[in-house]
């Protein structure tokens, strides 16, 4: 552990006390627990599954997401980046996870199927696609992709802040209050408190905006009190199968996945260790994404992948510690067990997530810029980075304009994994000047001496 102006940090392979360790795992959790939750609520409510099976997904949802954090920041033999990443329920494949599971002929059994099948792929040839395409994937395409992923959040952040996309008081003045209130909290304890209020400046934000919603009228308890106390996760609820139909969408929107996890992993290691990642974080992660969401579909949920919102919090609170991560999976873990503690968690208002994320999503932007800044920026690189920002953020949200493409190419094209693509092909066609050439062999060197 570190002392710095007053700020307090743990580095990488620092393990903080325990109880100060899921303390601040806990705020990992808090961050990213209602979009690992949204995931299952979306895919449920397309499909038309019962409150009770719903119930059930979202708990698997929370016991896989937990397994699977532990895997990737602990590190199990060559599995896991052993870098601060939390991973989670990921958006980017529910448009067909809803398809497959709403459709009569294939149905969620070919659904997790299909994700244990891309899961498995990802991993076993993830390592030799990264490693192929390892020096295309230069900073100016990572840093690229970072920028986009915070870019492409910002959005999240003001609907939570305004009560939450479907909320009927969406973009009230008590909900807008809320998340200033919230928001400015956060940042009054992280710039005047002291090193363990800097440090834990988000959790206690959180807590401090749940509270003030009480007397508003902001907080149902319903779902608390009608929870179970104690409750088992089980594989293969739904059964599995195995459609070629089902698995060709599914393992195509597992590489656009993989670009994200570039992003997201540079996003850490840049925050993190003040470098880019290591062959064997590279390596070890994909290996860490792909069987996690193979296991993820053995235990009835989708894919779980790297959360980005969490790229954010290392800045915000200085924390850099895996361990802290680990300690979080542990906690999402147990919550599995015991629904009563996770519907009070489920129970936060959007508006006072809005104000926390608020403060963490530009953070991700900046990392990318951070990343960006470290090369030239040739008329080459900007040509790069503007054409991809520009195609893959432009439809973001804008899928009609291209309507008459096939799914598949919509999904490919668009949002953040549609930036990173779009970035990367044109780093590979695009000829590269004397000194983008010299930037790259210089970032390879460093990155050969941090790992030798």
Known sequence: MKEKDKFITYEVNDKPPLGTGFLLGFQHIAVMFG??????????????????DTAFLIQCAMFAAGVTTIVQALGVGPVGSKLPIVMGASFIFLGTSIAIGANPA??????FGAILVGGLLEAIFGYWILKALRKAFSPIVTGTVVLAIGL???????????GGV????????????????????VIVLNQFGSSKIKAASVILGLVAGFIIAIPLGLVDFAGVKGAAWFALPKPFHWGISFKMEAIIPMAFLYLVSMVEFVGDITGVA???????PTEREFNGGILADGLGSAFSGMFNCTPNVSYSQNVGLIPLTGIKSRFVVVYGGIVMTALA???????????????VLGGV?????????????????????????????????????????????IAILPPMVQSLLSGVGGTGLIAL?????????VEDKEAEEMVVDETYRTEN
Request: glycine share 10%.
């Open 337 to 351: 067990f015991i629904p009563k503690v996770s519907q009070l968690v489920v129970a936060i208002p959007a508006a």
């Open 35 to 52: 979009g690992n939750v949204a995931v299952s609520l979306i895919l449920a409510g397309a499909i038309g599954l019962t409150l009770t």
């Open 166 to 185: 479907y909320a009927p008081d969406y973009g009230s003045a008590l909900n807008l209050g809320l998340a200033a209130i919230t928001l400015i909290i």
């Open 425 to 433: 092909l044109l780093n590979i066609i695009l000829p590269k000047q």
């Open 357 to 401: 994320l608020i403060s963490m999503f530009g953070l991700i932007v900046v990392s990318g810029i951070k990343v960006i800044i470290t090369q030239h920026l040739t008329q080459r690189n900007m040509l790069v980075i503007g054409i991809a920002l520009a195609v893959g953020m432009g439809l973001n949200g804008k899928m009609e304009a």
């Open 152 to 162: 492409s959040l910002f959005g999240v952040a003001i609907d939570y802040a305004a």
């Open 106 to 111: 294939l149905g969620l059994s070919a659904l």
């Open 270 to 276: 840049i925050n993190a260790v003040d470098r880019t």
